[in-house]
């Protein structure tokens, strides 16, 4: 049996807000160019175009409704719920999600010395089936500030026909593309059905799922570039935006698998599949995910987070991004009734109970309760954590551009986030 796990203590209401007086250095933001994000929303558009689903309006209002009531199998039980969800939300998530991992303090950290290296590295993505994940990332090869990496996605939900759509739009272009340039590859006509769990995009093909787990390593690009089509005229006159095209990334540049798991539900010590992703894991993220982890059960998302500490391998990182303030509160004792209702809400942290900072949690979960004893048998929590924590911004904003919403047919969403980073110590 592995060493006893350290249980949660109630911490007073001084302590919280010694904690929230704390300051981490902010990283600050690059700003991307306008071309790459063009780029990104035309995936979107040629993997998922709206003419897809007849009445995506009523079905986005059907998928906000579930998810109000907070019944995700209700929301993500259905093919076309899944793509509307795609279509509705993650264009403007990508773009925030690829300006946050292409900021320099995150190239310095995460990203610069494996530019050039044989083996991509391997990003975990814990509730990144919608695809803004994967989208972004594709990004950071567009940018240039990787060759090649290794994705892998774990949802609750069966997101393997949505993801293997973007990526083959991402690996095989479009044709506004080919029309800028004149010598984008067509597409592969013998491309598989698609994905299905548990399986594995190959490296060697645009599209569809294999049965092989192996990383492909890959052969390093050409330096990119943002082809722009030509406006027409009167896309000039209205001053909107010309379309964007998708030049394609090489298929040897992003190997992607898919698994479809409860995260919550894995046994943490003994799971195949945290043995197979987290040991040569360099980086692991919950974006939008942690607070409704935390929400459906603290005890499991704690088990989870100290098991990162156990599979993830010195040096790897873990990034939080999240609804800011309020928005991701938990309550971390609540208060226990006789009525099983009250005792339901309380577990989701609505009920009574004093509600926490998701970011005072996440703090004191990797830095508080994975610290070992002191040296010479001292007492527990005053020896070495195994985390460090790098980066901590309560609150910012990312902003669509006016000149990318003209150009796009849906609302583009502003978004607000707290942003977290941790090292494996």
């Known amino acids: 049996m592995g060493p006893k796990r350290k249980t949660s203590k109630p911490l007073s209401p ?28 035309s995936i979107f558009k040629t993997a998922l175009p709206l003419s897809r689903i007849p009445d995506l309006q009523s ?23 899944l793509e509307a969800y795609a279509i509705r939300w993650s264009p403007s998530r990508a773009l925030a999600y690829s300006e946050i991992f292409s900021c320099a303090a995150l190239r310095s950290l995460l990203w610069n010395r494996h530019k050039h290296e044989h083996d991509p590295p391997k990003v975990v993505l814990v509730g990144g089936g919608a695809g803004a994940e994967l989208v972004a990332l594709a990004g950071l090869i567009r940018l240039g500030v990787l060759e090649k990496m290794s994705i892998a996605a774990v949802d609750i939900a069966d997101w393997s026909s949505v993801l293997d759509k973007l990526h083959h739009a991402i690996v095989t272009g479009s044709p506004a593309a080919a029309a800028a340039v004149g010598s984008v590859p067509k597409p592969d006509s013998t491309a598989s ?5 548990n399986k594995t995009v190959s490296p060697t093909k645009p599209s569809g799922i294999t049965e092989s787990s ?9 330096n990119p570039h ?49 043995s197979l992703l987290l040991p040569t894991t360099h980086l692991l993220t919950l974006h939008f995910t942690l607070s409704e982890l935390l929400s459906t059960s603290l005890p499991l998302t704690t088990s989870f987070l100290l ?8 040096n790897s990182f873990l990034l ?24 339901a809400e309380a577990e ?14 996440l703090d004191h979960t990797l830095l508080e309760l994975t610290k070992t004893a002191g040296e010479g048998g001292g007492a527990k929590g005053k020896g070495k954590g195994k985390w460090e924590k790098l980066i901590g911004i309560g609150s910012r904003w990312f902003r669509v551009s006016e000149e990318l919403q003209r150009g796009y047919p849906l609302q583009l969403e502003n978004m607000r986030y707290q942003m977290h980073l941790y090292r494996r110590v």
């Not at 079905?59 to 209700?74: E, I, M, S």
């Not at 939080?320 to 005792?343: E, Q, T």
């Not at 989701?348 to 949690?361: A, F, H, Q, S, T």
């Open 14 to 41: 001084a302590a919280v807000r010694n904690h929230d007086n704390k300051t981490s250095p902010d990283p600050g933001i690059d700003h991307l160019p306008l071309e790459l994000q063009q780029q990104l929303l």
């Open 59 to 81: 079905t986005v209002q059907k998928v906000k409704g579930h998810l109000y009531n907070r019944d995700f199998d209700a929301a993500f039980g259905q093919e076309d719920y």
């Open 193 to 197: 059905e698609p994905a299905t769990t």
């Open 214 to 222: 192996s990383v492909a390593a890959g052969s390093s690009l050409p």
């Open 226 to 274: 943002f082809p722009v089509v030509n406006p027409a005229p009167s896309a000039i006159a209205q001053n909107i935006p010309p379309p964007t095209g998708i030049l394609p990334i090489s298929p040897e540049s992003i190997h992607l698998t898919f698994h479809h798991h409860n995260i919550l539900h894995l046994p943490t010590s003994t799971s195949p599949l945290l």
């Open 307 to 314: 098991s990162l500490s156990d599979h993830l391998p010195l």
């Open 320 to 343: 939080i991004v999240d609804s800011p303030g309020s928005y991701s509160a938990v309550a971390l004792n609540p208060r226990r009734n006789k009525d099983a209702d009250a005792d």
């Open 348 to 361: 989701r942290g609505v009920g009574g109970g004093r509600k926490y900072p998701m970011d005072w949690l």
